[in-house]
Nanobody, 121 residues
Framework: QVQLVESGGGLVQPGGSLRLSCVVSGFTLDYYAIGWFRQAPGKEREGVSC????????YYADSVKGRFTISRDNAKNTVYLQMNSLKPEDTAVYYC??????????????WGQGTQVTVSS
């Protein structure tokens, strides 16, 4: 059974940091891209970052470039999203997902349940 489980969210002050984890099971992480997405209240879901399996390429939304870093540890079946210099506009539910492809392109069919990130003083 394919599962993606996010963790690491919470309440943090502006300028703070969080590291999100996405632990996958039911498939071999080595072969597939993983994307991070977020959805803020009243807004559409947006892509935040992605890491491919084919060559380890990483992609970031303009709004998080230079602040967020995606990485993967295939041995631990885990993908991380390190978030630094957090801003109130980063507040959202964060989801990880896979498209069961080596690259980041294509539709994402399998999603985790999400983890809440709140940036507030």
């Amino acid at each position: 059974q394919v599962q993606l489980v996010e963790s690491g969210g919470g309440l943090v002050q502006p300028g703070g940091s969080l590291r999100l984890s996405c632990v996958v099971s039911g498939f071999t992480l080595d072969y597939y891209a993983i994307g991070w997405f977020r959805q803020a209240p009243g807004k559409e879901r947006e892509g935040v970052s992605c890491i491919s399996s084919s060559d380890g390429s990483t992609y970031y939304a303009d709004s998080v470039k230079g602040r967020f870093t995606i990485s993967r540890d295939n041995a631990k079946n885990t993908v991380y999203l390190q978030m630094n210099s957090l801003k109130p506009e980063d507040t959202a539910v964060y989801y990880c997902a896979t498209n069961f492809m080596g690259s980041c392109k294509g539709g994402y069919d399998y999603w985790g349940q999400g983890t809440q990130v709140t940036v507030s003083s």
